[in-house]
């Protein structure tokens, strides 16, 4: 079975910065693409950023500038550097990665429990 667990959400000053992990364990036999998305209380998830197991990245345009998506393949782990936080950055940030588990040919997307990001003005 396969698992994401999130950290390093909470309640930061707007301008403040907070860096969200997101590791992945279980029986897994490789990740493909990784990322950040999030949900703001009545409004629909949204894609913040991803990350290709190459490397390359996706942002939102809200977020250009100001967020950074990395990942550390050896530890199965992405990471969301968020620096100049604004209010309307407060939501639930979800982790997802497409994830093809042990004795097993395809990807299936997982999805983490949610970490709260709160950004006060």
């Known amino acids: 079975q396969v698992r994401l667990v999130e950290s390093g959400g909470g309640l930061v000053q707007a301008g403040g910065s907070l860096r969200l992990s997101c590791a992945a364990s279980?029986?897994?036999?490789?990740?493909?693409?990784m990322g950040w998305y999030r949900q703001a209380p009545g409004k629909q998830r949204e894609l913040v950023a991803r990350?290709?197991?190459?490397?390359?990245?996706t942002y939102t345009d809200s977020v250009k500038g100001r967020f950074t998506i990395s990942r550390d393949n050896a530890k199965n782990t992405v990471y969301l550097q968020m620096n100049s936080l604004k209010p309307e950055d407060t939501a639930v940030y979800y982790c997802?990665?497409?994830?093809?588990?042990?004795?097993?040919?395809?990807?299936?997307?997982?999805w983490g429990q949610g970490t709260q990001v709160t950004v006060s003005s």
């Open positions: 990350i290709t197991s190459g490397g390359s990245t």
């Open positions: 279980g029986s897994i036999s490789s990740i493909n693409a």
């Open positions: 997802n990665a497409d994830v093809r588990a042990a004795y097993t040919v395809q990807y299936t997307g997982y």
